[in-house]
């Protein structure tokens, strides 16, 4: 996990749109709300007692079957995708989504028209940095069942790819792909929801698609289209006629692409990996996707997520050539021996430093902490990182030797294994929030080879050394 240089955003103002549910038929209104920074998409079901919350996370998915569902403490959350998959495309990190009933209404089966609602209320930059999960090495996940297959590998950016075979001569193969999130809405956006026709049998005859019709769905025919089974879609569509067309899907409906059926797969992709709850840096191959794979590769990755900000361990080599050695540092802090905590700067951005300390027995703490058991004593581990982070700080102005960093602040420290002679201290820092009026609120972690032996979080002020 890192933080990138772009800031989070919401959208500028509240939005509804009206329309039934799929599966269920029911009228609904779906209001998209601005949130605050770090909240995420969360949806709100209005019309249940307490207005209760179900966020948009892979651990409250229960069914796949014909849509994305999540269950919360029984609240439920019917077809989610294709309005998270809005979101993402439209790269809008945190949203509130206010629902009268348990599904989103399928509009036309795409995400057109909530793309649309969204550039209607506008889109805001916000203070807080966007978080993303860098990927670095390759992760995947295989049905063997179903010979469904996702696989995750580092890319610049987040991309994907989906190939889709279901074994029919009137679908066939198809391919698609999306290089970058901006082509979203122009590419993917559009790209409607299909079915077999012998699937839509079946959801007719158990009640299943009461928001059916042929204007949010493609329907392939598969199969002969019996007197029988024509009069039953044509009262289940509310149509005079029905036929099919020379391409093999029912009529009152015109292909977006040529490959709608792959491009409505990836769409399902994004919508399904939204709950994993973080950016995606990386390039998504997804061969034969489908809600349960999608899903499940989501609870996947986001345990992976999460183990490896536990760890938060960065990949970096500390034998390259450092990005400032001690004595550009000592152009920059104005500490110097014995209290030079800092030996070389391994990476450095606009919000993150990675630093290194050596520690050798050498050190003149060691003479009295502790005699026959030296340990690096844990306030001079606070003090290492705190001098990483003043590179930080200090690389925001033009001439930093005329500049000190006070500590203003030091909270959740927590030491969790000893540091002794011999050790090689890795420290990263992150920014928390922008630095403004020279107020700098990071937080910090210090390593030993893969352990995570101190983290905390600092605040500090940047202070004109005339002004003292």
Known sequence: MTTSTNYQTTIAKEVSLKGVGLHTGAEVTLTFKPAPANHGYKFVRVDLEDSPIVEADANYVVNTQRGTNLDKNGVMIQTSEHVLAALVGMEVDNCILELNASEPPIMDGSSKFFVEAIEKAGIITQEEFREEYVVTEVISFKDDETGSEIILMPSDEYQVTTMVDFGTKILGTQNASLERLSDFKNEISDSRTFSFLHEIE????????????????????????????????????????????????????????????????????????????????????????????????????????????????????????????????????????????????????????????????????????????????????????????????????????????????????????????????VFSLELITPIRRGIVHMQGSAFVGDKLVTEAELMAQIVKTKNL
């Not at 949010?216 to 089974?229: G, H, Q, R």
């Not at 034998?319 to 014995?338: C, F, G, T």
């Open 202 to 425: 079946m959801l007719l005859e158990h009640g299943l698609i009461k928001g059916g019709d042929l204007n949010n769905a493609i329907v392939y025919v598969d199969k002969e289209l019996s007197p029988e089974t024509m009069e039953k879609l044509r009262k289940a569509f509310g149509k005079d006629e029905i036929s099919v067309k020379p391409n093999g899907i029912l009529d009152n409906l015109t292909l977006h692409h040529a490959n709608e059926a792959a491009r409505h797969k990836l769409l399902d992709v994004i919508g399904d990996l939204a709950l994993v709850g973080t950016r995606i840096r990386g390039k998504i191959i997804a061969n034969k996707p489908g809600h349960s794979v999608n899903t499940q590769f989501a609870k996947k990755l986001l345990k992976q997520i999460k183990l490896e900000v536990r760890n938060k361990v960065p990949k970096v080599d500390i034998y390259a050539k450092p990005v400032k050695d001690v004595n550009q540092i000592m152009e920059m802090l104005p500490h110097r021996s014995p209290f030079l905590l800092v030996d070389k700067i391994l990476e450095l951005s606009d919000n993150h430093v990675i630093g290194l300390k050596n520690v050798t027995m050498n050190e003149p703490f060691f003479v009295g902490h502790f005699p026959g058991a030296p340990v690096m004593p844990g306030v001079l581990i606070v003090e290492a990182m705190a001098q990483t982070g003043g590179i930080l700080a200090l690389s925001t102005v033009p001439d930093p030797e005329n500049y000190l960093t006070f500590f203003m602040k030091i909270n959740n420290v927590k030491f969790k294994q000893q540091v002794n002679p011999g050790d090689t201290l």
